[in-house]
Nanobody, 122 residues
Framework: QVQLVESGGGLVQAGGSLRLSCAAS????????MGWFRQAPGKEREFVAA????????VYANSVKGRFTISRDNDKNTVYLQMNGLKPEDTAVYYC???????????????WGQGTQVTVSS
């Protein structure tokens, strides 16, 4: 089983940047597809980005494509989400998630972190 802890959230002005980190403990991190999701107040949780086990394949939601970049360091058991050009509509709690498959997937995740708040002011 994998335990996930997010960090790096905060308050930023529109147009600014943040880098989220997700530290994983437990075995077989490198065998997991890792993803980022977000949930804004009053809305359902939505997919943001995912990366396959080796870091060679990624997928993004259309709303963040070209602004966000997901990456991973398997030696550090960490996955990152670099967020540039932030907009007020990016305000949400961001969650890291993992699924023990080698391909990149948008759903069916088994492990979730507690989330980190990202607030973008206009």
């Amino acid at each position: 089983q994998v335990q996930l802890v997010e960090s790096g959230g905060g308050l930023v002005q529109a147009g600014g940047s943040l880098r989220l980190s997700c530290a994983a403990s437990g075995r077989f991190f490198s065998e997991h597809c890792m993803g980022w999701f977000r949930q804004a107040p009053g809305k359902e949780r939505e997919f943001v980005a995912a990366i396959n086990w080796s870091g060679t394949d990624t997928v993004y939601a259309n709303s963040v494509k070209g602004r966000f970049t997901i990456s991973r360091d398997n030696d550090k058991n960490t996955v990152y989400l670099q967020m540039n050009g932030l907009k007020p509509e990016d305000t949400a709690v961001y969650y890291c998630a993992g699924r023990q498959v080698r391909v990149v997937v948008r759903d069916g995740y088994d492990y979730w972190g507690q989330g980190t708040q990202v607030t973008v002011s206009s």
